[in-house]
């Protein structure tokens, strides 16, 4: 039912729908300027029964916050020409890993161009820009994001140069003298001038995309390893792998792991200190054992329903939970369960969409009101087949300040944070729970909030 109301009528529905509400802004090009999400009641613990787990992908159960912060890191050396300047600092975890992580990537890249604008040298932007176009048009894979960037160069003038890699595109490689010949179709001289804010974050989002989009091709076609001298070597082994305790989760909540759940004790233990750096209390071991068993038994004759949800588009995710599910084959080889527990599970395992009961992403929504907006997990929600009467009994994880707001706003009960070292410094006050040591700690000592 649609009806216009006074603004008295309007207020009066609001104080109906709740005491509290968080305040989301919308794109530019939205109307209106922002939304008003009741937050709704904080459920009783523990939990009755659990209906659904809804989880963010980058950061919470893939370690794929680390590739995005390199590209846009990568994105600002391009720019302001720091591409070779060993000298540079890079991007600051404290000031800037709170603004980049969580958001939509436009969000993230406008942080960025306002926080670096005097030191964006207009001819590196315009440079790089065409390196990207000219690299979507042959190598890119995802139709959707080749077309953006063409559309964005015909929009600064680039219609020669579009014109000719209409032609061009269907090449599986391209030369260096073919590039430069390219090139010269859209000429940059040093007194090219620099564009509005707007265009110059939509051409650095085609920077940071082209980065983006050219390592998961190499993780696609198993060259990722090449990669990893770029990552910090205090982080992760490689670009893409499970957060600690993702694949005992999932097999656990689906009733994988029969009357073996608590042989998983000790590297769920081992796990959650790691990730917590030793700041979770370590629980008594037989009777986290006793615990694991009796949930396995719980979801074994009621497995739960599971959703992935991201703001990274289809094409991105495809790639991202390919990969996280190769790497939980692996480790769940080495689990400590007999043979035929781990035969199930790796079939169950055997890819992304054989195992979530839904799989939520920016691409769902037209990358048009991605997190804190309620939108991918209200998505996500209606796929599962979860009616809102059972909302109070969803457990929702996210790492970020966003995606927690998004859980809440969607009506989840039970929102929990699992920070890891890039957004322990998000405000994360959204949350119903802060698990410092992430999943493991939800289920040793929280007991899923059902016990």
């Known amino acids: 039912m649609s009806i216009i109301l006074t603004q008295k009528k309007a207020i009066q529905k609001l104080k109906q729908s709740g005491t509290e509400f968080y305040y989301v802004q919308n794109p530019d090009f939205i109307y209106p300027p922002f939304e008003l999400y009741p937050i709704p009641p904080k459920p009783h613990y523990p939990l009755p029964t659990l209906h659904g787990i809804v989880m963010d992908m980058d950061g919470t159960t893939t370690s794929t916050e680390v590739l995005c912060i390199h590209a846009l ?21 404290i000031t800037d890993y709170p603004h980049i992580i969580g958001n939509s990537t436009t969000r993230h890249v406008e942080y960025l161009i306002k926080r670096n604008m005097k030191d964006i040298s207009s001819v590196k932007l315009y440079e790089h820009f065409l390196d990207a176009v000219i690299w979507n048009a042959i190598y890119g894979k995802d139709e959707t994001r080749k077309n953006e960037v063409l559309t964005n160069l015909r929009q600064i003038g ?75 070597p205090e982080l992760h082994k490689r670009f893409i792998e499970p957060m600690e305790g993702i694949g005992e989760f999932l097999a656990l ?51 739960v329903k599971v959703a992935v949800v ?78 809102k009467e059972q909302f109070s009994g969803i457990i929702g994880f996210e790492d970020s300040e966003s995606g927690n707001i998004a859980i809440k706003a969607a009506g989840i009960g039970t929102a929990v944070a699992v920070p890891f070292a890039q957004t322990a410094n998000h405000n994360l006050e959204a949350a119903d729970f802060i698990a410092v040591g992430g999943i493991p700690e939800v289920i040793l000592n929280h007991k899923l909030f059902l016990e």
């Not at 300047?85 to 975890?93: H, Y």
């Not at 269907?170 to 000429?187: A, M, V």
């Not at 694991?292 to 979801?299: C, D, H, I, Q, T």
Request: glycine share 6%.
């Open 310 to 387: 991201t703001s990274s588009i289809r094409y991105e995710a495809e790639i991202v939970l390919k990969e996280v599910f190769n790497n939980l084959r692996e480790d769940v080889k080495l689990w400590q369960v007999s043979d035929n527990i781990i035969s199930d599970t790796l079939q169950t395992f055997s890819s992304p969409e054989h195992y979530y009961d839904a799989i939520v992403t920016a691409s769902d929504s037209h990358e048009i009101r991605l997190k804190p907006h309620r939108d991918l997990y209200s998505i996500a929600l209606h796929q599962m087949g979860i009616p």
């Open 253 to 303: 909540t689906k009733g994988l792991l029969k009357n073996e759940a608590g042989n998983l004790t000790n590297g769920l233990i081992q796990k959650m200190q790691k990730k917590s750096g030793g700041k979770c209390s370590v629980p008594d071991r037989r009777k986290s054992a006793a615990l694991l068993n009796r949930f396995s038994k719980r979801f074994t004759l009621h497995p």
């Open 73 to 93: 890191e990568y994105m600002v050396r391009l720019i302001t020409g720091n591409e070779k300047n060993a000298s540079w600092p890079g991007l600051n975890p």
């Open 158 to 232: 680039g219609n020669a140069l579009y014109q000719k890699l209409q032609s061009v595109k269907k090449q599986k490689k391209i030369s260096t003298s073919e590039i430069r010949t390219l090139k010269q179709l859209f000429p940059i001289t040093d007194t090219i001038q620099m564009p509005g804010f707007n265009t110059v974050v939509r051409l650095a989002i085609d920077i940071y995309y082209q980065r983006y989009h050219y390592i998961l091709q190499q993780i696609d076609n198993g060259k990722g390893a090449s990669l990893t001298h770029l990552l910090p």
